[in-house]
Nanobody, 117 residues
Framework: QVQLVESGGGLVQAGGSLRLSCAAS????????LGWYRQARGKQRELVAD???????NYADSVKGRFTISRDNAKNTVYLQMNSLKPEDTAVYYCHAGVRGSWWDYWGQGTQVTVSS
């Protein structure tokens, strides 16, 4: 079992930055793919960025060039650096570990990010 706890969300003005953290406990996530998803009100959850165990990254087109995902295996933590935030980035952001639909499939509780115009 893996427990994921996100932190770092909050209210920020457009153009500002936030750094989300997701700390894992219960098991190491050093060999696990990790990702950040978001869900805006009334919309489906969508992938923001993910990172493989080897460090390869993938981003949604809407955040390319503005967001950076990284991982620190020694701290069992994954990060999402968000720069140049826009009001449309407003959502609950969720950390994910593993492969969706598999036996290794874990979610955090989410952290709210609100970007004011």
């Amino acid at each position: 079992q893996v427990q994921l706890v996100e932190s770092g969300g909050g209210l920020v003005q457009a153009g500002g930055s936030l750094r989300l953290s997701c700390a894992a406990s219960g098991s190491t996530i050093s060999m696990s793919p990790l990702g950040w998803y978001r869900q805006a009100r009334g919309k489906q959850r969508e992938l923001v960025a993910d990172i493989t165990a080897g460090g390869s990254t993938n981003y949604a087109d809407s955040v390319k060039g503005r967001f950076t995902i990284s991982r620190d295996n020694a701290k069992n933590t994954v990060y999402l650096q968000m720069n140049s935030l826009k009001p449309e980035d407003t959502a609950v952001y969720y950390c994910h570990a593993g492969v969706r639909g598999s036996w290794w499939d874990y979610w955090g509780q989410g952290t709210q990010v609100t970007v004011s115009s």
